[in-house]
Nanobody, 125 residues
Framework: QVQLVESGGGSVQAGGSLRLSCAAS????????MAWFRQAPGKEREGVAR????????YYADSVKDRFTISHDNAKRTVYLQMNSLKPEDTAMYYC??????????????????WGQGTQVTVSS
């Protein structure tokens, strides 16, 4: 059974930084695609960043480009989201997702089968 456990959320002032972690377990072959999504109250879930683990290719939403960085440590089975220059509009519940998507499927698909429980990020002005 694949499990994803997020950590690292919290409260920070605008301009600050946080690093989210997502520890994965319950599989033999690493998921081809791991991602971070977020959902603010009253808003739809939004894809924030993805990483294609076989190559390390990364994809970002325009709203976080040049501020957030996704990375993956295969040995630790952990995916990270480094968030810098945080803004109040980044406030949301952040979720880790994983699936065995390969190639361009990692870039566009949203139907991940495996999700974490979420970690709250609150940015005050």
């Amino acid at each position: 059974q694949v499990q994803l456990v997020e950590s690292g959320g919290g409260s920070v002032q605008a301009g600050g930084s946080l690093r989210l972690s997502c520890a994965a377990s319950g599989y033999t072959t690493s998921p081809g695609c791991m991602a971070w999504f977020r959902q603010a109250p009253g808003k739809e879930r939004e894809g924030v960043a993805r990483i294609y683990t076989p190559t390390g290719s990364t994809y970002y939403a325009d709203s976080v480009k040049d501020r957030f960085t996704i990375s993956h440590d295969n040995a630790k089975r952990t995916v990270y989201l480094q968030m810098n220059s945080l803004k109040p509009e980044d406030t949301a519940m952040y979720y880790c997702a994983a699936d065995w998507f390969y190639g361009d499927n990692c870039r566009g698909r949203t139907d991940f089968r495996y999700w974490g429980q979420g970690t709250q990020v609150t940015v005050s002005s």
